[in-house]
Protein backbone atom coordinates (compact mmCIF):
# COMPACT_ATOMS: atom_id res chain seq x y z
CA UNK A 1 0.00 0.00 0.00
CA UNK A 2 1.21 3.30 -0.84
CA UNK A 3 1.15 6.46 1.28
CA UNK A 4 1.22 9.44 -0.81
CA UNK A 5 0.86 11.68 2.18
CA UNK A 6 4.16 10.31 3.89
CA UNK A 7 7.37 12.49 3.41
CA UNK A 8 10.48 10.19 3.90
CA UNK A 9 13.41 12.01 5.50
CA UNK A 10 16.58 10.46 6.62
CA UNK A 11 17.24 8.85 10.09
CA UNK A 12 17.92 11.28 12.74
CA UNK A 13 21.68 9.79 13.00
CA UNK A 14 22.42 11.37 9.54
CA UNK A 15 21.07 14.69 10.69
CA UNK A 16 23.64 14.82 13.20
CA UNK A 17 26.65 13.89 11.77
CA UNK A 18 26.31 17.22 9.60
CA UNK A 19 26.06 19.01 12.83
CA UNK A 20 29.84 19.22 13.47
CA UNK A 21 30.42 20.93 10.22
CA UNK A 22 28.59 23.66 10.45
CA UNK A 23 29.41 24.49 14.13
CA UNK A 24 33.32 24.45 12.37
CA UNK A 25 31.65 27.16 9.74
CA UNK A 26 30.11 29.34 12.10
CA UNK A 27 33.30 28.91 14.03
CA UNK A 28 35.71 29.76 11.70
CA UNK A 29 33.11 32.93 10.53
CA UNK A 30 33.06 34.08 13.77
CA UNK A 31 36.93 33.89 14.13
CA UNK A 32 37.30 35.92 11.56
CA UNK A 33 36.77 39.47 13.25
CA UNK A 34 35.68 41.07 10.62
CA UNK A 35 37.90 39.50 7.88
CA UNK A 36 35.23 38.72 5.63
CA UNK A 37 33.77 42.79 5.24
CA UNK A 38 35.06 45.27 2.53
CA UNK A 39 38.27 47.36 4.21
CA UNK A 40 36.82 50.81 4.81
CA UNK A 41 38.21 53.96 2.81
CA UNK A 42 38.37 55.70 6.19
CA UNK A 43 40.50 53.17 9.02
CA UNK A 44 39.43 54.22 12.27
CA UNK A 45 42.91 55.03 13.09
CA UNK A 46 43.15 58.27 10.44
CA UNK A 47 43.07 61.64 11.36
CA UNK A 48 42.97 63.32 8.17
CA UNK A 49 40.86 63.36 5.07
CA UNK A 50 39.23 60.37 3.20
CA UNK A 51 37.33 59.59 0.39
CA UNK A 52 37.04 58.12 -3.13
CA UNK A 53 38.64 60.29 -6.00
CA UNK A 54 36.77 59.17 -10.09
CA UNK A 55 38.92 59.89 -13.45
CA UNK A 56 37.69 60.67 -16.25
CA UNK A 57 40.01 61.03 -19.72
CA UNK A 58 42.48 59.67 -21.00
CA UNK A 59 45.43 58.75 -18.95
CA UNK A 60 48.23 61.08 -20.56
CA UNK A 61 51.19 58.61 -21.67
CA UNK A 62 53.57 61.22 -19.65
CA UNK A 63 51.89 60.95 -16.44
CA UNK A 64 54.07 59.89 -13.35
CA UNK A 65 51.59 60.32 -10.47
CA UNK A 66 48.55 61.37 -8.67
CA UNK A 67 48.23 62.55 -5.46
CA UNK A 68 45.73 64.60 -3.16
CA UNK A 69 46.96 67.53 -1.20
CA UNK A 70 45.20 69.75 0.86
CA UNK A 71 45.98 73.69 1.78
CA UNK A 72 45.08 75.42 5.36
CA UNK A 73 44.34 78.49 3.14
CA UNK A 74 44.23 79.07 -1.03
CA UNK A 75 47.24 79.52 -2.15
CA UNK A 76 48.04 83.06 -3.70
CA UNK A 77 51.64 81.97 -5.26
CA UNK A 78 53.71 79.44 -6.37
CA UNK A 79 55.91 79.35 -3.42
CA UNK A 80 52.28 78.93 -1.59
CA UNK A 81 51.16 76.06 -3.91
CA UNK A 82 54.78 74.01 -3.06
CA UNK A 83 55.76 75.20 0.85
CA UNK A 84 52.00 75.16 2.19
CA UNK A 85 50.72 71.70 1.01
CA UNK A 86 50.06 69.20 3.32
CA UNK A 87 50.91 66.79 3.66
CA UNK A 88 54.22 68.57 2.07
CA UNK A 89 55.54 64.87 0.23
CA UNK A 90 51.93 63.44 0.01
CA UNK A 91 51.21 59.53 -0.99
CA UNK A 92 50.58 57.86 -4.39
CA UNK A 93 46.92 57.44 -5.39
CA UNK A 94 46.41 54.30 -7.92
CA UNK A 95 45.28 56.01 -10.93
CA UNK A 96 44.88 53.61 -13.67
CA UNK A 97 40.77 52.26 -12.80
CA UNK A 98 37.94 54.41 -13.07
CA UNK A 99 37.93 55.68 -9.07
CA UNK A 100 40.22 54.95 -6.36
CA UNK A 101 39.52 54.95 -2.48
CA UNK A 102 42.39 57.48 -0.81
CA UNK A 103 43.57 58.20 2.59
CA UNK A 104 45.39 61.74 3.54
CA UNK A 105 46.94 61.87 7.06
CA UNK A 106 46.56 65.60 8.15
CA UNK A 107 46.42 67.90 11.50
CA UNK A 108 43.17 68.71 12.95
CA UNK A 109 41.89 71.68 11.20
CA UNK A 110 39.65 73.34 8.02
CA UNK A 111 41.65 72.96 4.80
CA UNK A 112 40.53 75.26 2.37
CA UNK A 113 41.39 73.13 -1.20
CA UNK A 114 41.90 69.72 -1.43
CA UNK A 115 43.05 68.80 -4.65
CA UNK A 116 43.66 66.03 -6.86
CA UNK A 117 47.43 66.93 -8.53
CA UNK A 118 48.98 65.37 -11.89
CA UNK A 119 52.51 64.69 -12.23
CA UNK A 120 54.25 64.72 -15.35
CA UNK A 121 57.66 61.95 -15.34
CA UNK A 122 60.39 64.70 -13.87
CA UNK A 123 61.86 65.01 -10.49
CA UNK A 124 60.44 67.36 -8.33
CA UNK A 125 62.57 69.65 -6.65
CA UNK A 126 60.03 70.87 -3.82
CA UNK A 127 60.51 74.35 -5.37
CA UNK A 128 58.01 76.79 -7.29
CA UNK A 129 60.01 75.16 -10.72
CA UNK A 130 58.31 72.20 -10.13
CA UNK A 131 54.44 74.02 -11.23
CA UNK A 132 56.11 72.74 -14.67
CA UNK A 133 55.82 69.06 -13.60
CA UNK A 134 52.36 69.48 -11.79
CA UNK A 135 49.25 70.20 -13.08
CA UNK A 136 45.17 70.74 -11.39
CA UNK A 137 43.19 67.16 -12.28
CA UNK A 138 40.50 68.13 -10.37
CA UNK A 139 39.26 69.62 -6.66
CA UNK A 140 36.96 68.68 -3.91
CA UNK A 141 33.66 71.17 -4.78
CA UNK A 142 31.27 73.06 -2.33
CA UNK A 143 28.89 71.02 -1.85
CA UNK A 144 26.15 74.54 -2.29
CA UNK A 145 28.05 75.93 -4.86
CA UNK A 146 29.73 73.31 -6.88
CA UNK A 147 31.97 76.23 -9.53
CA UNK A 148 33.89 76.88 -5.87
CA UNK A 149 35.81 74.75 -3.71
CA UNK A 150 35.02 73.18 -0.90
CA UNK A 151 36.59 73.67 2.95
CA UNK A 152 36.92 70.58 4.55
CA UNK A 153 37.57 70.11 8.29
CA UNK A 154 39.12 67.19 10.07
CA UNK A 155 37.57 67.04 13.47
CA UNK A 156 40.32 66.29 16.45
CA UNK A 157 41.66 62.62 16.64
CA UNK A 158 39.17 61.49 13.59
CA UNK A 159 38.60 61.96 10.05
CA UNK A 160 36.66 63.76 7.41
CA UNK A 161 35.26 60.95 5.59
CA UNK A 162 33.24 60.73 2.18
CA UNK A 163 35.36 63.84 0.61
CA UNK A 164 34.40 62.40 -2.87
CA UNK A 165 35.70 64.34 -6.20
CA UNK A 166 36.65 63.84 -10.00
CA UNK A 167 40.25 63.94 -11.44
CA UNK A 168 39.84 64.55 -15.05
CA UNK A 169 42.73 63.78 -17.25
CA UNK A 170 41.74 65.91 -20.36
CA UNK A 171 41.68 69.29 -18.17
CA UNK A 172 44.41 69.42 -16.68
CA UNK A 173 44.90 72.93 -15.62
CA UNK A 174 48.24 74.91 -14.83
CA UNK A 175 48.99 76.18 -11.75
CA UNK A 176 48.50 79.84 -13.38
CA UNK A 177 44.93 78.89 -13.64
CA UNK A 178 44.62 79.38 -9.59
CA UNK A 179 47.46 81.01 -8.43
CA UNK A 180 50.36 83.63 -9.31
CA UNK A 181 53.56 82.08 -10.64
CA UNK A 182 57.08 83.64 -12.38
CA UNK A 183 58.44 80.91 -12.42
CA UNK A 184 57.08 78.09 -15.36
Known amino acids: MQNHGQVDAPPAGAKLLGMPKVLLLVAVVAACGGGLEPEPICARTLVGLCGTLRFRGTIP ?16 TCNDLINNRRPFIPGSVPYTDSAAAYSVP ?12 WKKVGTL ?20 DSTQPGAVTVPSGAA ?25
Do not use: E, H, K, M
Open 61 to 76: DSTDNVFIAAYVTFPQ
Open 106 to 117: LSSGTYQWVVAV
Open 125 to 144: TLTPSDTALLRVAGYYRSPT
Open 160 to 184: AGDINFVANFDSLRPATDFVTCTAQ
